[in-house]
């Protein structure tokens, strides 16, 4: 299991390695937050947030939650555990991104895919 320091050393790794101009705008960083996020539409307990682009009043920055990705990935080994958080990286940076675009693509997919999981959750019911 990787552990939450060992984590963001790894998420510190991932964005030196990032290109800077992505960074634009993004005042608040990038935060790995202990907290397990429940995705409000999973209620069967087995959908979460696993990372979250924010802006706000605060401004704009990206939460990773490292309890949420624990309990969906715990059991894989380090590298495996990277290229999760990689992922997860290139998909709140994407939501940034576009944010600054006026673009909401993600925005919809992410919508649409949740539609997707809650009418195969209601086919369980």
Known sequence: MVSF???AVMLDEIALEL?????????GGINLL?????????????L?????????N??????????SVMRLYHRLPRESM???????????????LESLAGERELI??????????KERDDVKK
């Open 5 to 7: 320091e060992e984590a």
């Open 19 to 27: 290109p800077g101009d992505i960074f634009i705008e993004l005042n």
């Open 58 to 67: 605060i401004g704009r920055y990206i939460n990773v939650y490292y309890g």
């Open 34 to 46: 202990p907290d397990v996020k429940p995705h409000p539409d999973g209620e069967s307990g087995e």
């Open 82 to 96: 990277r290229e999760k958080l990689i992922g997860i990286l290139k998909h709140e940076f994407t939501h940034h």
């Open 108 to 117: 919809i997919k992410d919508m649409i895919q949740i539609e997707k999981y």
């Open 48 to 56: 979460y947030i696993m990372g979250e682009y924010c802006h706000n």
